[in-house]
Nanobody, 127 residues
Framework: QVQLVESGGGQVQAGGSLRLSCAASGRTFSNYAMGWFRQGPGKEREFVAAMGWWSGSSTYYADSVKGRFTISRDNAKNTLYLQMNSLQPEDTALYYC???????????????????WGQGTQVTVSS
């Protein structure tokens, strides 16, 4: 079982940047596609970004973050990242990283395809 711990959240002003990290335990991290999701106040959890099992794999983004956020991973460090630039108040949310249920599942937007979830890291963007 892979355990995930997010970090890097905080409070920033609109236009600022943050880099989230997701540290994974276990030797199987590099076998799985990974994703980032977020849940804002009063909202349902939504897809943010996802990528395949290796650092050069295809990446996928929600339209709302495309061009501003970048997902990446370092399998040698068992870590997933989310670089967030040009942050806006609507990006305020609890951000989660997640691992797909099976090595056969490619990166995708459906949270049901993911099993291991971290506790989340809070991102607050003020105007």
């Amino acid at each position: 079982q892979v355990q995930l711990v997010e970090s890097g959240g905080g409070q920033v002003q609109a236009g600022g940047s943050l880099r989230l990290s997701c540290a994974a335990s276990g030797r199987t991290f590099s076998n799985y596609a990974m994703g980032w999701f977020r849940q804002g106040p009063g909202k349902e959890r939504e897809f943010v970004a996802a990528m395949g099992w290796w650092s050069g794999s295809s990446t996928y983004y929600a339209d709302s973050v495309k061009g501003r956020f970048t997902i990446s991973r370092d399998n040698a460090k068992n870590t997933l990242y989310l670089q967030m630039n040009s942050l806006q108040p609507e990006d305020t949310a609890l951000y989660y990283c997640a691992k797909t249920r099976s090595v056969a599942i490619a990166a995708n937007t459906d949270p049901r395809k993911y099993d291991s979830w971290g506790q989340g890291t809070q991102v607050t963007v003020s105007s």
